[in-house]
């Protein structure tokens, strides 16, 4: 007969991606986790994560998600979209995990099942500052990601996946361009997303004929160069 007696927790993690548009590269924010304890008698090394934590009792998921980041990165008003779950039951038991969880958890060795959120930004729009258990807020590129907390990269991993398929759906696009925008500026996030790179012509005619782009009667302001055309997606 099988023992059932185990616990299971909840958690949610939360993945917010920033489009940094003057570099022309996304980047992802992540905490560096504060030390467990100065008396530990074991050499814990700093671990960056992802925003996350337990769901409390009587709260629901959504609003778990929003009080994580408020707490952990004092980031609100963000739109979330959870994306998936996460129930490896060895995913918070790695040797790089356990001091860190013996501090910070009443029962560090129960199992989590964490259900993931994220959210696509402009980076110059998110003022974010370490809070709770976070020593410090940092953005890194997607490219070069460190080894992360728990199964964090796994994750990353996931809702990038995730916000690459949906810029087809131009919603990744809408959530990170200004409202009016050049087709310059539309194929620089597009190669960004996708780390791709397009040919000028062979783009713009593919991206002409998606509906939901309409050309506007007006050109960039005060630029060098010749000015382009603006464009706009319609409004849903």
């Known amino acids: 007969m099988k023992n059932n007696s185990f616990k299971n927790h909840v958690s949610v993690d939360c993945v917010i991606l920033g ?31 992802l925003p996350g934590d337990l769901v409390n009792e009587e709260e629901s998921l959504d609003a778990a998600a ?11 008003g963000l739109r979330l979209r959870q994306f998936f779950s996460f129930g490896d039951p060895m995913r918070v038991k790695q040797e790089k995990d356990k001091e860190w969880l013996k501090f910070y958890r009443s029962d560090p060795d129960a199992r989590v099942i964490t259900v993931s959120y ?37 994750i990353l991993k996931k809702a990038i996946e995730d916000f690459r398929y949906r810029i087809y759906e131009n919603e990744t ?4 361009l200004p ?22 012509r062979n783009f713009i005619k593919r991206i002409k004929k998606d509906t939901d782009l309409i050309p506007l009667g007006e050109k960039q302001m005060g630029v060098l160069r010749k000015p382009a055309q603006l464009f706009s997606f319609k409004t849903k």
């Open 118 to 154: 994220y959210t696509l930004v402009r980076k110059e729009f998110i003022i974010a500052e370490p809070g709770s258990f976070a020593k410090n807020v940092v953005w890194k590129n997607i490219k070069r990601i460190p080894p992360l907390a728990f199964d964090h990269n796994l």
């Open 179 to 200: 409202k009016k925008f050049t087709l310059r500026q539309l194929q620089n996030l597009y190669e960004v997303v996708l780390n791709t790179e397009f040919d000028k």
């Open 173 to 176: 696009a809408r959530q990170l």
């Open 66 to 76: 929003v009080r994580v980041l408020k707490e952990l990165t004092h980031v609100v």
């Open 19 to 49: 489009y940094n548009e003057k570099e022309n590269k996304m980047e992802v924010l992540l905490i560096e986790q504060k030390e467990p304890s100065k008396n530990s008698t074991h050499l814990y090394v700093p671990q960056f994560a």
